[in-house]
């Protein structure tokens, strides 16, 4: 059974660094890329970005480029998503999806359970 | 980046009704549209992927339909677990863009 599974809920202050992870199962993790989502309070959903973990190479929204950074550990099938200083703006849940791909384009067809990250003074 | 517009925003229906939601894109997509449900408090599930083919192990009262830039959701016979948040999302260049959502209520 694929799974993708999230860490838990965070809360940080203002300026504070933040790492939060997706750990993907029952599947070969090298073969997908894996993508993460925004959702803010009461919000839609929003790509940020998506990392290739066989390498490591990774693809950024304009939005989100140089705001976070997506990384990933193969060796261990988990995926990273980090702020360096964060912003009261990054309240929001954070999704992790698998990147599917059909014969018309890619799909996200498996979701963590999402990380729900506050940050507040 | 393609900008992805759902119309209504919102809807509201009774159970065993047949709603139609759609999705527009800036520019043609050819078939590279995919569609997602969301129950609040739940992450979103793939509905619909290339338009028109149902995700494996959800229900055939869900369709797609469309190329280019206008596509549709269809539900067939609403049923009380359908009343949720659904999203368009282009897949045809990065950044892979979502509609706004259209939320479906019961009336």
């Known amino acids: 059974e694929v799974q993708l599974v999230q860490s838990g809920a965070e809360v940080r202050k203002p300026g504070e660094s933040l790492r939060i992870s997706c750990k993907g199962s029952?599947?070969?993790?090298?073969?997908?890329?894996i993508i993460w989502v925004r959702q803010m309070p009461g919000k839609g959903l929003e790509w940020m970005g998506r990392i290739d973990p066989s390498d490591s190479y990774t693809n950024y929204s304009p939005s989100f480029q140089g705001h976070v950074t997506i990384s990933a550990d193969k060796s261990i099938s988990t995926a990273y998503l980090q702020w360096s200083s964060l912003k009261a703006s990054d309240t929001a849940m954070y999704y992790c999806a698998r990147l599917g791909q059909s014969r018309d384009g890619y799909n996200f067809d498996y979701w963590g359970q999402g990380t729900l990250v506050t940050v507040s003074s | 980046d393609i900008q992805m517009t759902q119309s209504p925003s919102s809807l509201s229906a009774s159970v065993g009704d047949r709603v139609t939601i759609t999705c527009r894109a800036s520019q043609s997509i050819s078939s590279y549209l995919n569609w997602y449900q969301q129950i609040p408090g739940k992450a979103p599930k793939l509905l619909i992927y290339a338009a028109s083919s149902l995700q494996s192990g959800v229900p055939s009262r869900f369709s797609g339909s469309g190329s280019g830039t206008d596509f549709t959701l269809t539900i067939r016979s609403l049923q009380p677990e359908d009343f949720a948040t659904y999203y368009c999302q282009q897949s045809y260049s990065t950044p892979y863009t979502f509609g706004q959502g259209t939320k479906l209520e019961i009336k």
């Open positions: 029952g599947y070969s993790f090298t073969s997908y890329w």
